[in-house]
């Protein structure tokens, strides 16, 4: 009986409590030792907080246009001059940073959820790996940038589109990467001791195989988001993504793109914000990375 209640006691998690304490202090630690990533996270955490409060910090309709004041440069007014139509930078670029992170966390996680599920399915079950992955195979042949466009121009741009774009070409590379990580789980002894026993095969894969998997999906997410963002300033740019009328990134630095002599802050500063988010970004996934690899584990520490 005694014997019985200590296996059960062990099996119990800690509270949940003591281990948002422990991620806490681990992750206090690790920004400590590695300046790159408490760069990433501070940065992350001013941009995702100006994003949230947009609405706060905008003092002005950032659509209004006054002619008259084209191409003023920065001041006390302006902190960050305005574009050709008079328009304030500062203000598009408070709010172009709510769109564009709004893509790049929704195509992400639409990416994460499809491709581990597919991901999952492609690598346990034989029949329908090679179906699944000739029609991955397709879409990883085409340069991603090209096929969002072909999307977009069948679709129209719009920024459900974009993001549908975006969700598509970025899907594949997740798939691939999820089903190489099951084809190598799927043969080992607890996988085989749970089809042994008659466990289904939907509880194998989501109880047994998905979560040793996320370790390798979590920091191929980072990647994948600072990739959307890129993307989407890119096809923003290109003219093709979130319409002009609605600021992103992309789409303010293609507003000041002919007057970067006259008027370097059109696209400098909405620049020097995708710059940083990108940045922020990679150096978080490089720094996760490091730590989930059991080679590189404790590194941080």
């Known amino acids: 009986m005694q014997f019985e209640e200590g296996r059960r006691e062990l099996r119990l998690a800690p509270p949940l409590s003591v281990r948002a304490r422990r991620f806490a202090v681990l992750s206090g630690r690790a920004m400590r030792s590695n300046p790159a990533l408490l760069f990433g996270v501070v940065v992350i955490i001013v941009i995702s907080f100006v994003a949230i409060f947009a609405h706060v910090i905008v003092t002005e309709e950032y659509q209004r246009v006054h002619p008259s004041d084209g191409f003023l440069a920065p001041s006390a007014d302006h902190w960050f ?8 930078i500062f203000n598009r670029t408070i709010v172009g940073s709510r769109i564009s992170l709004y893509v790049g966390f929704t195509v992400t996680a639409i990416t994460v959820v ?14 329908l ?28 741009a719009s920024l459900t589109n974009v993001i549908f774009a975006l969700a598509i070409t970025g899907t594949a590379g997740k798939v691939r990467l999820v089903r190489g990580q099951v084809l190598s789980l799927r043969e080992v002894q607890f996988v ?3 089809r042994a026993i008659g466990v289904p095969v939907w509880r194998i894969l989501f109880r047994h195989i998905a979560p040793n998997t996320l370790a390798i999906v979590m920091v191929q997410a980072t990647f994948t988001l600072a ?3 890129l993307t989407e300033a890119s096809l923003s740019y290109l003219g093709a993504g979130i319409p002009e009328h609605i600021p992103s990134w992309g789409n303010i630095v293609a507003g000041g793109q002919g007057f970067v002599q006259v008027a370097f802050w059109v696209s400098f ?9 990108v940045l922020s970004v990679v150096l978080i996934g490089d720094a996760m990375r490091d730590y989930l690899d059991p080679k590189l584990k404790g590194t941080l520490y």
């Open 81 to 88: 001059g305005t574009d050709r139509s008079g328009r304030d």
């Open 114 to 127: 499809i491709g581990l599920s597919v991901g999952l399915i492609a690598g346990y079950t034989r029949t």
């Open 129 to 156: 790996d090679n179906i699944i992955m000739r029609f991955v195979d397709a879409m990883l042949a085409f340069p991603l940038i090209l096929l969002a466009l072909a999307i977009i121009a069948v679709f129209g």
């Open 192 to 194: 085989e001791a749970a």
């Open 227 to 229: 990739g959307t963002i």
């Open 269 to 277: 500063f909405p620049g020097m914000f995708l710059t940083l988010t």
